[in-house]
């Protein structure tokens, strides 16, 4: 997956295409490119690495005459940002792409499925590649459609290709003109005046226009300066309406802090005032029936829920299942997506299917949801991306409201995700009368007080990770473990170290550590341990000491003036008190602290772990 853009107006494109690649980087960032029109030739500039390499490619090219500086600048070009699927991480595999006569450019975000096919009949016919990836073949299938009409060449191209993708298209013989195109990928197109732009995502542009049009899946774009043409796969051209887009662009910066992580650690408790706000006010219930894109219709009559979803996503998945399954009393299957999709599920009429997706892009949520769909069951879309691909797949879409999260570790998008899973699961209790109304309203109330106990954790809870960090920063494996709510802590806290600082981490519940993984232990090995108070806490401390027993330095996460458990540890890190159901979207939080401080000991950038990309649109 990958990051696209491009600009054709009346400003210098170069400054343009790289701001906006800077907002797409979180697709991925192992290799980046721009290509712009300079007079009679296109010119590409590509390099390994992240875009602060481009931007020094883009010196040395500058300096060298390979990127012209006389004025007037180009105004028309396409960029990329790339995370490798085919093809190393090399300058020739780096987009943009081109034909043999360089005279046609591409960028390109997916897969093309069919192109090694594709590619033995182009070079049979005379095409030289320059690439080992599949991106290429859409440069030269264009070329070898061209003539003189760069639209009518897309609409040959599309219909030849196979799998899912987008891309941006820039022909010589039509300076003033980009083509782009999707099928199932993301794109969007920015109105501005007398520009146009187009990208995987509206961030790319935000900062010069808020006007927005979505491209759907197996349309055309034509982009010019002043105006921008919308077909449909047979070529007619289709209506779509502008929307503004209102986000706070100042979310996209770092406000201050060294890092996005840090800053978006900071930002939980904002994200879930805003998530809960409006929605725990009725009668002391839960109130989803103001939410644009959410008919409560939906939720009546279920008899089943199954939650579909990916890394963090799918943890706060298995956060949900407890929280339906106790309050609600419906069967709850949680399913990583990826598997989902294979394995012939039994879903169908009666199925709830929820799809987590902080980015609503993830390739395999939306081919569980859209399964799922196919077969009949009502599908919700919970995720933190407004008009996202997810919110188009499913019957209805309940918004997490955690602003735009840049860092590719998951934290405030979970959190905001946990809290949005309670708000579903406390509707459907009430809908289905499975809780008094004292209950439910004492979760409400206990609901309306996370953002405060957040920021509480927040004010004071460093000292303590601070205090855990000298002796285990540089441990080779750490294991997590906890019961109940506090599996799914233990595994989101594995999974933050583990894709942050490259430490090897396992996590399992508490009950299981006998049944094997206890053998991994010695004296080198910190266990984290979620020991906050529940009914089964005497039962965690029995496993603790088992850890302690093979050797095994334990931290343990507790709930504030507990003193039982810290008589049995190296050290405790506090949370406050709340409702057991609810102690995940707190415990959590130290273990974010713990990964990103390990990691920033390790010297490592905890913003763009290496091999991931923030969202992963590939299968
Ligand atoms: C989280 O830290 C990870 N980077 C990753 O597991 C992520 O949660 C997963 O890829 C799902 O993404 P989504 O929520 O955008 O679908």
């Known amino acids: 997956m990958c990051g696209i853009i491009g600009y054709v107006g009346h400003r210098p494109a170069k400054e343009i295409l790289l701001s906006g690649l800077r907002k797409l980087e979180y697709r991925g960032y192992d290799s980046a490119g721009i290509s712009l029109v300079e007079g009679d030739e296109i010119r590409s ?24 500086t006389l004025a007037p600048p180009a105004t028309v070009g396409i960029g990329h940002t790339r995370w490798a699927t085919h093809g190393r991480v090399n300058e020739a595999n780096a987009h943009p792409h081109f034909d043999t006569s360089n005279r046609v450019h591409v960028v390109v975000n997916g897969i093309v499925e069919n192109y090694v096919e594709l590619r033995e009949r182009l070079v049979a016919d005379g095409a030289v590649f320059s690439s080992e990836t599949d991106a290429e073949v859409i440069a030269q299938l264009l070329a070898s459609h061209y ?11 599309l219909a ?30 920015g109105c501005g005046s007398d520009e146009s732009f187009v990208a995987s995502a509206v961030p790319a542009f935000l900062a010069d226009t808020r006007s927005v049009r979505y491209i759907e899946s197996g349309e055309i774009v034509l982009l010019r300066a002043g105006s921008v043409e919308i077909r449909d796969a047979t070529g007619a051209v289709v209506e779509r309406e502008l929307v503004e887009i209102d986000w706070d662009e100042e979310t996209a910066e770092k406000g201050g802090y060294e890092t996005f992580m840090l800053k978006e650690i900071y930002e939980q408790a904002d994200g879930l005032a805003e998530t809960l706000g409006d929605r725990t ?5 839960v109130d989803l029936a103001d939410e644009g894109a959410f008919d409560e219709a939906i939720l009546e009559g279920v008899q089943r829920v199954v939650i579909v979803a990916c890394g963090t996503a799918y943890h706060a998945g298995l956060v949900g299942r407890y929280a339906i399954e106790e309050w609600a009393r419906l069967p709850v299957d949680v399913d990583v997506a990826s598997e989902y999709q294979y394995r012939n599920p039994i879903v169908g009429p009666g199925d709830l299917v929820i799809g987590i997706s902080q980015s609503g892009e993830s390739f395999d949520t ?14 919700i879309a919970l995720t933190n991306s407004m008009g996202s691909q997810a919110t188009r797949d499913a019957d209805a879409a309940l918004y997490t409201r955690a602003g735009l999260e840049i860092g590719v570790a998951a934290t405030k998008t979970f959190t905001c995700q946990l809290a949005a899973v309670y708000l579903l699961a406390l509707r459907l209790a009430e809908l289905r009368g499975t809780l008094p109304a004292a209950r439910i309203a004492e979760l409400v109330l ?27 920063w540089d441990a080779d494996f750490f294991l997590y473990m906890g019961r109940h709510v506090g599996v799914p802590v ?8 583990k894709e942050i600082s490259y430490i090897s981490t396992d996590a399992y519940p508490a009950g299981e550590m006998k049944h094997g993984p206890i053998a991994l232990l010695d004296e080198s090995t910190p266990v984290v341990a979620i020991a906050t108070d529940s009914p089964l806490l005497t039962k965690v401390i029995s496993n603790i000491q088992e850890v302690r027993a093979r050797g095994a330095r334990v931290i343990a996460i507790t709930t504030a003036g507990d003193t039982t458990v810290a008589q049995h540890v190296e050290a405790t890190i506090e949370v406050p008190a709340t409702d057991e ?10 273990l974010q602290l713990l990964a990103y401080r390990i990691a920033i000991r390790r010297g490592l950038n905890p913003d763009q772990p290496r091999n991931l990309a923030k969202t992963v649109t590939v299968e």
């Not at 233990?490 to 170290?497: I, P």
């Open 366 to 379: 939306l081919a569980a949801m859209r399964l799922a769909r196919a077969r009949g069951a009502r599908v």
């Open 581 to 590: 159901m609810l102690v995940p979207l707190l415990a959590v939080i130290p």
């Open 160 to 189: 030849e290709l196979d799998g899912s993708f987008s891309f941006v298209a820039l022909c010589l013989d039509e300076p003033d003109l980009l083509v782009a195109a999707r099928r199932e990928s993301p794109l969007v197109v």
């Open 147 to 157: 003539d003189g009409d760069l639209a009518a060449a897309v609409g040959l191209t």
């Open 446 to 472: 206990a609901l309306r007080r996370l953002p405060q106990l957040v920021d509480e954790l927040l004010a004071g809870v460093e000292p303590s990770v601070a205090a855990v960090l000298d002796w285990c």
């Open 45 to 68: 500039v590509r390099a390994v690495g992240n875009l602060d390499h481009l931007e020094a490619a883009l010196s040395g090219a500058l300096e060298s005459g390979r990127v012209a």
């Open 490 to 497: 233990a595994l989101e806290g594995s999974l933050k170290l």
């Open 281 to 285: 006010v009725r009668g002391n219930g």
